[in-house]
């Protein structure tokens, strides 16, 4: 059943917008079945991804910090499209590690303050492992972290059920994070399709059912490889009807794939953005010179 935590007296419905996109831009194993093959001259995947959606994760803020000139290439790829939104991971140090001093966190906010500046940054989104159960200690740490960034939004996806309990969604709702709907792969008490609504940012994270990765919490995530998991036109139904309730009551709304093995996200997060998008035509050319007319927002 959908529910919405925030109490639905208080709120009134309204046309947001849903921005679509998939998570990551940077990987190889697109060229000639994504992207271009040979990487034409002046192309770049970001400049491709702004074209065709509003928004994008960040997943490399996750591993390492950005840089300066790195985030001021970001806007400068992404300039063609002025609703783009980018959203960054939290590094790993901070919800893996627990390491949290405050040169780390300064040096962290001072890596995305371009994007911010340039009211590009969407949200923080900080992505807990499954071990990271709802307890007081837990609790206070999460509560720590969000003081910690309070310069930004942040959005927490809790992979642990745990964290579906009203107690849990309340200290969301009190300290304005949002709720990370997720659909992840089927484990011992791992959280179940949501849809709820704990800050004004909607949020949805579609990971997939096939990750041979998913349960390593503290190592670096596997290559992707293999076709990947493809979300069917009726799982995509399923998702679509919970993130028009969600959006229903938000400011405005993130939704990302992130199963980027075989391209599956690039294709799965078109056809969802198509369904909350006015579509024209655009031809994307696929490995072999295969041209694929897409709806393209």
Request: proline share 7%; net charge positive.
């Amino acid at each position: 059943m959908t529910k919405f935590q925030l109490d639905p007296d208080t709120l009134t419905p309204a046309r947001t917008p849903v921005l679509v996109g998939p998570s990551g831009w940077n990987f190889p194993h697109w060229e000639g079945v994504i992207y271009p093959s040979g990487k034409p001259k002046g192309f770049h995947p970001l400049q491709f991804i702004a074209e065709r959606f509003d928004a994008v994760e960040i997943p490399a803020s996750f591993e390492s910090y950005p840089r300066p000139e790195v985030a001021k290439l970001w806007l400068d790829k992404s300039a063609c499209n002025p609703r783009f939104q980018f959203v960054a991971r939290l590094h790993r140090q901070f919800t893996h590690e627990r390491r949290m001093d405050i040169p780390s966190v300064e040096a962290f906010c001072a890596a995305l303050r371009p994007l911010r500046r340039a009211k590009k940054l969407g949200a923080v989104l900080m992505t807990f492992p499954w071990s990271f159960r709802f307890t007081q200690e837990n609790r206070d740490y999460f509560v720590q972290l969000r003081r910690a960034f309070a310069e930004f939004p942040l959005v927490a996806e809790m992979r642990h059920e745990s964290w579906g309990c009203s107690e849990a969604v309340g200290t969301l709702i009190d300290y304005r994070v949002g709720f990370a709907n997720i659909d992840q792969p089927e484990h011992i008490r791992a959280m179940g399709p949501t849809a709820n609504l704990t800050s004004g940012i909607g949020y949805v994270r579609l990971h997939g059912k096939q990750r041979l990765d998913w349960f390593v919490d503290f190592e670096e995530r596997l290559p992707s490889r293999g076709a990947g998991y493809k979300y069917s036109v009726a799982e995509l139904d399923q998702w679509q009807a919970r993130i028009q309730d969600v959006a229903a009551f938000a400011d405005k709304s993130f939704v990302f794939f992130t199963n980027d093995a075989g391209g599956q996200s690039f294709w799965n997060a078109l056809e969802m953005n198509r369904r909350f998008t006015t579509p024209k035509r655009q031809p994307i050319r696929a490995e072999g010179g295969l041209l694929r007319q897409l709806a393209v927002a």
